[in-house]
Structures are given as structure tokens and as C-alpha cells.
């Protein structure tokens, strides 16, 4: 497990390299849309391993666990909600397993899916703590940091963050993902980058960032809104491989390696500090990051 002042002391050495996708590229190994990524970790694990592997392999310095929907409440809709706590511990284990040449497991903690109240049925406290058990849990197997990413409800955020925070001692990430230029580099909820920025930082995320969203392009700008609010505040940024199409009734994402990578590149000049790839994006996209100059070993 990496401290509090041991991730800052990395991320002020220059940027962390990030994997990129772990749904999108599982569902290239077999796992069917719509089914719960995490089933594999049980049915499958040599498949997440394989994962692990090669986004290690093409130079991620950190990997993040197959664990984006495993809280007790997203796992109530398949009837898994008694599974969760097993699910994060095994997430965590097979990243650890992977690290090869990696430092860091990321332990991934999505949202509910569903809406708090007044706008939905669901209340803060069983949120705060869904979040919470899923965090000890990832943290007890081995994760080094935390990232609570792909919020659109700020509130739904913080409530992510302050389980994540009760873990106790670990660094965390919080990420939200934000709609393009057309709904104003808003989130689906409405919350603006500026908003996210202050409100995370505030309470006591160790970085903040973008990821999911609609192309690099929108990210960069969020990014870019984000560093003029926060100057100090450490940046995160996982950008989708382009936005995606429908093609032969699947997902197509079009960037390449080279043209995600060459996007990018704006983000690491706005002083991102973790930097990869969320979804369309696999261990391509990763190698040609990885051959930017903000990587190089430093003399």
C-alpha cells in the first residue's frame, strides 16, 4: 500500500502512466454485453490476469482492478450484493498478482447506478456505506490506492470518496465523467468541472480528475478548466478511445494507439499527473503513451 506522502512524492517526479480499459477489452476476451465484469473474477480469472498482464507489459506503471460495479448496491440488480465484499478482495489479489513490472494496484470503485434521494430511492447512509465496505475490502487485498471514478452526481461522489477515505491511510483518486462541449463540460447531472474540482479537493481526495466521457478532446478541456480553478491540485485524466459508433451491432471506438496517444498530449502540457486510457482503449493505447517524451526515464 502506497501513503498519502509517499503518492504525492511520485506524482511531483513526473506523470504516472495509467492502464487503460478493463470492460471494453474483456468483452475482446468473451465476456458478453450486459453481463457483470465481475462474475469473471470467479469464472474466469486467467482472463483478468491476462489483462493485468499486458497493460504491465506495455508500460503502465499502475493497474487498475476489475472492480468498477462491485458494491453491494450495484451487485443487488443481479442479486450478488452478499458477493461484494469477495469480489473487491479478489480484484485486488489478481492485480497484485499481475503487477510484473507495475507499482501500484488501483482499486476501481464505480457507482450505484442508481439515484439518491430526492431524486431517487436510494439513502446516504447505505450508500456511504456500500462504498465503505467495498474500500476496506480492496484495501485488505492488496490495493495501493483507491480511485472512485465515472461519477456524474457530486453528492453520489463525496459519499464515494468518504468510504473510500474510511479505509484509512490510503491515497485516493476521485474522477467524474462530464458530457462535451454541447451541454457546456457538464456532468449528466450538471456539475461543472470547476464545481468538481473544489468540492473533491476540499474533501480530501489526493487527486482529482476526468475520465469516460466523449474523446480526448472534451477531456482536455476539463482538464484545462480544472487546472485554472485548482492550480495545486494534482490531475487526473482517462480519456475514452474517441467517441464511440455503433458498427455490425458493436461498439466501435475510433482511435488507434498513435492517435489517442497524440490527443494526449495536451493533457500531460496542462500537468496531468496520472495519465491512461478508460473505455476503447487496451495495452495499444498504453505502448504508445508510453513513447512520449513526459515518460522517458529522466537522466
Given at each position: 500500500?502506497?501513503?498519502?506522502?509517499e503518492f504525492r512524492n511520485r506524482v511531483t517526479r513526473g506523470p504516472v502512466l495509467l492502464d487503460g480499459g478493463i470492460g471494453t477489452e474483456l468483452m475482446k476476451r468473451g465476456l458478453v454485453a450486459g453481463t457483470?465484469?465481475?462474475?469473471?473474477?470467479?469464472?474466469?480469472?486467467?482472463?483478468?490476469?491476462?489483462?493485468?498482464?499486458?497493460?504491465?507489459?506495455?508500460g503502465a506503471e499502475a493497474l487498475y482492478t476489475n472492480s468498477f460495479g462491485a458494491n453491494a448496491i450495484k451487485l443487488s440488480h443481479p442479486g450478488l450484493s452478499a458477493k461484494a465484499a469477495f469480489f473487491n478482495r479478489l480484484a485486488a489479489s489478481l492485480a497484485r498478482e499481475s503487477l510484473g513490472t507495475a507499482s501500484w494496484v488501483v482499486g476501481s470503485m464505480g457507482p450505484t447506478g442508481g439515484m439518491l434521494e430526492p431524486y431517487g430511492d436510494l439513502e446516504e447512509e447505505p450508500v456511504r456505506a456500500a462504498f465503505t465496505e467495498q474500500a476496506r475490502a480492496l484495501k485488505e487485498a492488496g490495493a495501493d490506492v483507491l480511485v472512485v471514478e465515472t461519477f456524474t452526481d457530486l453528492n453520489?461522489?463525496?459519499l464515494a470518496l468518504a468510504g473510500a477515505l474510511a479505509a484509512g491511510g490510503i491515497p485516493v483518486i476521485a474522477s467524474m465523467s462530464f458530457e462535451g462541449e454541447a451541454q457546456g463540460y457538464r456532468t449528466m447531472m450538471g456539475v461543472t468541472p470547476e464545481?468538481?474540482?473544489?468540492?473533491?479537493?476540499?474533501?480530501?481526495?489526493?487527486?482529482?480528475?476526468?475520465?469516460?466521457?466523449?474523446?480526448?478532446?472534451?477531456?482536455?478541456?476539463?482538464?484545462?478548466?480544472?487546472?485554472k480553478t485548482a492550480p495545486s491540485v494534482v490531475l487526473s485524466a482517462k480519456p475514452n478511445a474517441g467517441i464511440p459508433e455503433m458498427r455490425?451491432?458493436?461498439?466501435?471506438?475510433?482511435?488507434?494507439?498513435?492517435?489517442?496517444?497524440?490527443?494526449?498530449?495536451?493533457?500531460?502540457?496542462?500537468?496531468?499527473s496520472l495519465?491512461?486510457?478508460?473505455?476503447?482503449?487496451?495495452?495499444?493505447?498504453?505502448?504508445?503513451?508510453?513513447a512520449l517524451p513526459a515518460f522517458s526515464p529522466k537522466p
Open positions: 500500500m502506497a501513503t498519502r506522502a457483470v465484469p465481475e462474475i469473471w473474477l470467479e469464472s474466469n480469472p486467467d482472463a483478468v490476469r491476462d489483462l493485468h498482464r499486458c497493460y504491465a507489459a506495455a453520489e461522489a463525496l464545481k468538481a474540482v473544489e468540492e473533491l479537493s476540499k474533501a480530501g481526495a489526493d487527486a482529482v480528475g476526468a475520465n469516460c466521457g466523449k474523446g480526448v478532446a472534451d477531456v482536455v478541456e476539463v482538464i484545462r478548466r480544472m487546472r455490425d451491432g458493436k461498439m466501435f471506438y475510433p482511435l488507434d494507439g498513435a492517435s489517442f496517444a497524440g490527443q494526449a498530449v495536451p493533457l500531460l502540457d496542462l500537468g496531468v495519465l491512461g486510457g478508460c473505455c476503447g482503449t487496451g495495452p495499444e493505447h498504453i505502448r504508445a503513451l508510453k
